[in-house]
């Protein structure tokens, strides 16, 4: 058995909601409400999006911005022109969304996100304070409390192959029967400009993932994800 407080150790854990999440920051943690596995809230976000959606605007849409009526808007937000916001969707209070921001379905924005510049968002759920704002994709995917994803951030949600996407978890293999399952990043996560995060990629709280880094499956919480690269300068001929 690893020993207690090594990264192995620490990955023994890494299945449960409260282990990436403090519930605490969100208006809609029922979400969670007798989930086993962290990443079966997702198959009931749809459903849970829809029946808790009050659609209405409190507010501020700016001319040239597009809200259908299935989304609710909370006060103190602002939806930049060029923005595109299709339901169900859930924003919640004092949220940026920024100019060319789309969010395509199924979201929940917790209160004070931001959603930027050619960000996309798809069956997604950001908790409170969480920061996506610049030329990001997060698709079937859990953000947790002032996560941060750096610029060009992509989330990839679906295998090539298109079967079911497998968690290992401690040498343990978990069948999570999505064939759609970007990523778990818990709270205060780092992730670095122009990370790829492949599917089914579980990140543990306070994290901080390097530049560029692509990253497969499960990382513990507290750590630093580095990538070193060797740069070679010449003279030029």
Not at 26 to 52: M, N
Not at 56 to 65: L, S, T, Y
Not at 94 to 103: F, H, L, Q, T, W
Not at 111 to 134: I, Q, R, Y
Request: aromatic residues 8%; proline residues 6%.
């Amino acid at each position: 058995m690893p020993e207690e407080g090594s990264v192995e150790a620490k990955e023994l854990t890494m299945l449960k909601p409260e282990d990436y999440f403090d519930l605490s920051k969100t208006k809609f943690a029922d979400i969670f409400d007798g989930v086993e596995y962290v990443w079966d809230a997702l198959k009931r976000l749809p459903e849970y999006v829809q029946s808790h959606l009050k659609p209405g605007v409190e507010g501020k849409v700016m001319p040239g911005a597009y809200v259908q009526d299935s989304v609710s808007i909370g006060k103190g937000t602002v939806v930049e022109p060029g923005a595109v916001l299709k339901g169900p969707a859930i924003i919640g209070e004092n949220c940026e969304i920024r100019k060319g921001a789309y969010v395509r379905g199924n979201v929940i924005v917790g209160d004070g996100a931001v959603v930027g510049n050619s960000c996309e968002l798809k069956v997604a759920f950001l908790f409170d304070g969480a920061n996506v704002p610049h030329f990001a994709y997060v698709g079937d995917s859990i953000l947790g409390w002032k996560t941060h994803l750096g610029a060009g951030v992509k989330i990839s949600n679906v295998k090539l192959i298109r079967e079911p996407i497998v968690v290992t978890v401690n040498g343990v293999k978990y069948n999570t029967e999505l064939i759609k399952f970007g990523a778990i990043i818990g709270d205060r996560c780092d992730i670095g400009c122009n990370s790829v995060l492949n599917p089914g990629t579980m990140i543990g709280p306070n994290t901080v993932m390097y530049t560029n880094v692509m990253w497969r499956g499960v990382c513990p919480p507290n750590c630093v994800v580095k990538l070193r690269q060797t740069i070679e300068v010449v003279p030029r001929r």
